[in-house]
C-alpha cells in the first residue's frame, strides 16, 4: 500500500513556514468573550494610513463587539503572502490592492471572496462608476471607494503674460507650448516620460479619449501613429524636454515647482504640494485628443474581502459602514486628498467649492477600464519604454509606434490573451 499523506503534510508545513519567514503570520479572525476580530492586511502610510485608522476607529465606536486588527504588510510583498494564506485556508478578513498590477492575479488565485451577493444587494451601489467595480466573469471581487488621477496643472502667471486661455484639448495646448516656447523665457510642459508604468500611464490619455486602450491597440494604428507624431513634434521641437524621458512623476512636478514650466502633467495628489508654488495657478482635465474626450485611467486601491475569512458578513459591514459610506467618502478626501467616486459625495458642497479639485473630480465619474490581463503591467511598461525612447530622440515616432504595438501585444499574450 503507497501512502499518499505525507506530501500533503509536506506541503502545508511549507506553505505555513514561508508565512512566518514572510512576516506574514495570520491574526486569526476570533470571537473573545463575544467580541469578534476581524484581521485587515493593508500597506498605507501617512496620510491614507491616518484615513484608515479613523475609518477603523468610528467602526469599532458603532460595533464595540467587532475589532479590526491593522497588519502592516510590504505592498511589493502581499500577493505572495496572500497566496499563501489561500494554500493555508486562512486569509486575512480584509485587504487593499494595487487594483492594476495585484487584481489579475489575485482573482486567478482565488484569494478574493466572489462579493456579487453583497453588491447585488447593496442599496447605494448605482452611486459608483463601473470603474469602480472589478469584476471577472462576469462576478465582482474588489471595489473601490475613492481614486487617483491624471490632470493638468497650469502656470497661470506665463499664461497671462502670452494671452493664452487654459488649453482643453491636445491641439490646442500644442498651440499654447509653441506660444510659450517661441517667447523664449519658459518650457512648454513637465511630465513623466520615464520607460516605466509611469511614462505609460502619462501618454495613455492621449488615445483614452479617441476610444483606443491596450485592448484594441493593434487594430488603432492610425490613431497610434498620429499619437506617436505628436509626441515627437513636441519633443523635437523642445515644448518637451528631453531629460523627460528618465523624469518619475515627482520629478516632473519638481520641475513644474521652478516655475520655469507652463503646464505639467500630474495627479490630484500634488493638489497639497501646489499650494506652495510661488505663482498662480490652475488646474484642468486631461486634455482631450482630436475628435474625442478627457478621459484617464483611475488609479488607487481596490478593497477586497478574503476567500477564507471566517466571518464575510462582518467584512462586508465593514466595507459598507467604513469604506463606501458618504462618510468614507468625504474623509479619504479631507484627510488624504483622494476623489472620491461616490457620485453623491462628488456633489457635496465642500468638494464643490474646491475649483482645483473639480477637474479631477469629472475624471473619477467617466474614467477609463483598466485590462483584465495578469500581465497589465508588462503592457505598460513596454507603452513606457516606446514613449521615453520616442521622447530622447532614440527613436522615431513610428519606430516607437511599432515598438509599443509590438511588444504590447507580446505582453498581452504572455498574459493568456485576455482583456
Not at 513623466?192 to 494604428?221: I, K, M, R
Request: aromatic fraction near 10%; hydrophobic fraction near 35%; include cysteine.
Amino acid at each position: 500500500m503507497t501512502n499518499r499523506t505525507g506530501r500533503p503534510r509536506i506541503l502545508a508545513l511549507a506553505v505555513a513556514l514561508l508565512l512566518v519567514i514572510c512576516g506574514c503570520t495570520i491574526s486569526e479572525s476570533s470571537t473573545d468573550g463575544g467580541k469578534v476580530t476581524l484581521t485587515f492586511w493593508q500597506y498605507y502610510s501617512g496620510t491614507q494610513l491616518t484615513w484608515l485608522k479613523s475609518r477603523v476607529a468610528a467602526f469599532e465606536k458603532d460595533n464595540p463587539d467587532v475589532e479590526i486588527n491593522l497588519v502592516q504588510v510590504v505592498g511589493s510583498q502581499q500577493d505572495q503572502k496572500l497566496l499563501a494564506s489561500v494554500a493555508t485556508g486562512k486569509t486575512p478578513d480584509l485587504f487593499i490592492n494595487n487594483i492594476v498590477v495585484d487584481y489579475p492575479t489575485l482573482v486567478g488565485g482565488k484569494a478574493m471572496l466572489d462579493l456579487t451577493p453583497y453588491w447585488n444587494d447593496y442599496a447605494d451601489k448605482g452611486q459608483f462608476p463601473e470603474s469602480a467595480v472589478w469584476k471577472t466573469d462576469g462576478r465582482v471581487h474588489n471595489l473601490m471607494s475613492y481614486t487617483n488621477l491624471l490632470g493638468m496643472y497650469y502656470n497661470e502667471d506665463i499664461l497671462k503674460q502670452y494671452g493664452i486661455e487654459p488649453p482643453t484639448t491636445l491641439d490646442a495646448l500644442g498651440k499654447a507650448m509653441a506660444k510659450v516656447e517661441a517667447g523664449g523665457r519658459y518650457k512648454g510642459l513637465a511630465l513623466s516620460g520615464a520607460p516605466t508604468v509611469e511614462g505609460a500611464w502619462l501618454f495613455a490619455p492621449q488615445l483614452l479619449g479617441q476610444g483606443v486602450d491596450y485592448c484594441n491597440w493593434a487594430g488603432s494604428q492610425d490613431k497610434v501613429s498620429t499619437a506617436y507624431e505628436r509626441l515627437g513634434e513636441w519633443a523635437g521641437k523642445g515644448y518637451i524636454p528631453k531629460a523627460a524621458a528618465t523624469w518619475d512623476q515627482n520629478a516632473a512636478w519638481q520641475q513644474f515647482m521652478t516655475g520655469k514650466y507652463a503646464f505639467a502633467f500630474n495627479g490630484n495628489w500634488q493638489l497639497g504640494n501646489v499650494k506652495e508654488a510661488s505663482f498662480e495657478y490652475g488646474t484642468e482635465r486631461f486634455p482631450a485628443p482630436p475628435g474625442g474626450e478627457s478621459q484617464v485611467y483611475p488609479g488607487g486601491e481596490g478593497f477586497a474581502i478574503g476567500s477564507k475569512s471566517e466571518h464575510p458578513d462582518l467584512a462586508w459591514k465593514f466595507l459598507e459602514q467604513a469604506v463606501l459610506s458618504p462618510e468614507g467618502g468625504k474623509s479619504v478626501y479631507t484627510t488624504a486628498g483622494s476623489i472620491p467616486v461616490r457620485a453623491d459625495v462628488a456633489d457635496a458642497q465642500e468638494i464643490k467649492d474646491d475649483e482645483f479639485v473639480q477637474p479631477f473630480v469629472a475624471a473619477a465619474q467617466d474614467s477609463a477600464n483598466w485590462p483584465n490581463n495578469p500581465n497589465t503591467a508588462n503592457m505598460q511598461t513596454s507603452l513606457g519604454k516606446a514613449v521615453s525612447a520616442v521622447i530622447s530622440g532614440q527613436d522615431t515616432a513610428s519606430e516607437g509606434a511599432k515598438k509599443a504595438t509590438d511588444d504590447i501585444a507580446a505582453a498581452r499574450k504572455k498574459g493568456g490573451g485576455d482583456c
